[in-house]
Structures are given as structure tokens and as C-alpha cells.
């Protein structure tokens, strides 16, 4: 039953494209759309890939969230989506809160070493 329910379970997709296999892609793509066949015939195609294999390699680009949507954001072909837009408001809001903490740990510092050996001031906080 343990190795049945392991067996049941569906495997991840974890194929990703090297940084050099993206700029390839990306180059071909941006130079000849989807033309596959100027793309096997372009000097840049080093590797001598085939219209049928640049084809398979840019579908499964398309394919993966991770690669096509940093190209597309890089493009202007889609906005950046309201979800990552929060995030980084609530990361800019969260990064003012700690440099203002830190200010107020300094001043907290500095009154108790201002050497007029009373306390008072520094024990309020």
C-alpha cells in the first residue's frame, strides 16, 4: 500500500533549459518569430539544430513558466501581474519599517553612552 501510494504519485516536471540553450532560444525567437526554418539556417545555430528540433525547443521554452515569462516581461508582451506587484510594495514597506527600527536602536545607543552617567532618559523606552 506505502509503495502503491508512492507509485500513484504524479511526477514534477523539472526539465529547464541552460542559460545558453535561453539565450539561443530567445535570440532565434526574437530574430525570426516562429520561422523555424530561417532559424535552423541562421549562422548563429552553431549546434546545426533542425527546423524540427528548434520547433520542439521553442514549444517546450513556451512551455516552462520559469523561462518564457521573464522573456515576455523583458519584451513587454505581458504586465507585470498585480500578485508580484503587492509583493514588492509589502517588501518595500517591510524594509522602511526595519531601517526605522535601526534608527531608533541608534538614538537608543547614543543616549545611553552620551557619558552623563544618568539613565534616566535611556530607561523611558
Same mark, same amino acid.
Given at each position: 500500500?506505502?509503495?502503491?501510494?508512492?507509485?500513484?504519485?504524479?511526477?514534477?516536471?523539472?526539465?529547464?533549459?541552460? @542559460?545558453?540553450?535561453? /539565450?539561443?532560444?530567445?535570440?532565434?525567437?526574437?530574430?525570426?518569430?516562429?520561422?523555424?526554418?530561417?532559424?535552423?539556417?541562421?549562422?548563429?545555430?552553431?549546434? /546545426?539544430?533542425?527546423?524540427?528540433?528548434?520547433?520542439?525547443?521553442?514549444?517546450?521554452?513556451?512551455? @516552462?513558466?520559469?523561462?518564457?515569462?521573464?522573456?515576455?516581461? $523583458?519584451?513587454?508582451?505581458?504586465?507585470?501581474?498585480?500578485?508580484?506587484?503587492?509583493?514588492?510594495?509589502?517588501?518595500?514597506?517591510?524594509?522602511?519599517?526595519?531601517?526605522?527600527?535601526?534608527?531608533?536602536?541608534? $538614538?537608543?545607543? $547614543?543616549?545611553?553612552?552620551?557619558?552623563?552617567?544618568?539613565?534616566?532618559?535611556?530607561?523611558?523606552?
Amino acid at each position: 500500500s506505502k509503495l502503491e501510494n508512492e507509485a500513484n504519485v504524479v511526477a514534477k516536471q523539472n526539465f529547464r533549459f541552460t @542559460i545558453t540553450q535561453v /539565450q539561443l532560444i530567445t535570440y532565434m525567437m526574437d530574430k525570426h518569430g516562429m520561422d523555424f526554418s530561417a532559424m535552423s539556417r541562421d549562422p548563429k545555430n552553431h549546434y /546545426q539544430e533542425t527546423t524540427a528540433k528548434l520547433k520542439g525547443m521553442v514549444t517546450r521554452f513556451i512551455s @516552462i513558466p520559469e523561462h518564457y515569462a521573464p522573456y515576455c516581461k $523583458e519584451r513587454g508582451l505581458i504586465a507585470p501581474s498585480e500578485r508580484e506587484e503587492e509583493v514588492k510594495e509589502a517588501e518595500e514597506e517591510s524594509e522602511g519599517e526595519d531601517e526605522s527600527e535601526m534608527v531608533e536602536d541608534e $538614538e537608543n545607543i $547614543e543616549d545611553s553612552d552620551d557619558g552623563s552617567g544618568s539613565d534616566e532618559e535611556g530607561s523611558e523606552s
